[in-house]
């Protein structure tokens, strides 16, 4: 009868990173350091509320994705 050797789990394993819960981590950055991380494509938004976001992030950091280069934030 033949055995097959062993196999033991690759040590790069444990270097995989775990899936993270993004949702999760927003909440955390809202509730401990008051930042707010939404994309003005968010479904749970009304038009308004799309709106006001947009308007923030332009006056902010430039035109958005699919408007231009932006101006401002980049790092470089």
């Known amino acids: ?9 690759s040590p790069l394993g444990r270097m995989q990173a775990t899936p ?10 809202w509730r401990e350091q008051h930042i707010l991380v939404v994309s003005d494509e968010d479904d749970r938004l009304d038009f308004l509320e799309r709106q006001l976001i947009r308007s923030i992030g ?16 980049g790092h470089g």
């Open 20 to 29: 993270m819960d993004v949702e999760a981590a927003k909440r955390q950055g």
């Open 58 to 73: 332009e006056r902010l950091y430039g035109p958005g994705h699919g408007q231009g280069h932006p101006t401002g934030g």
């Open 1 to 9: 009868m033949k055995i097959p050797p062993a196999r033991y789990p």
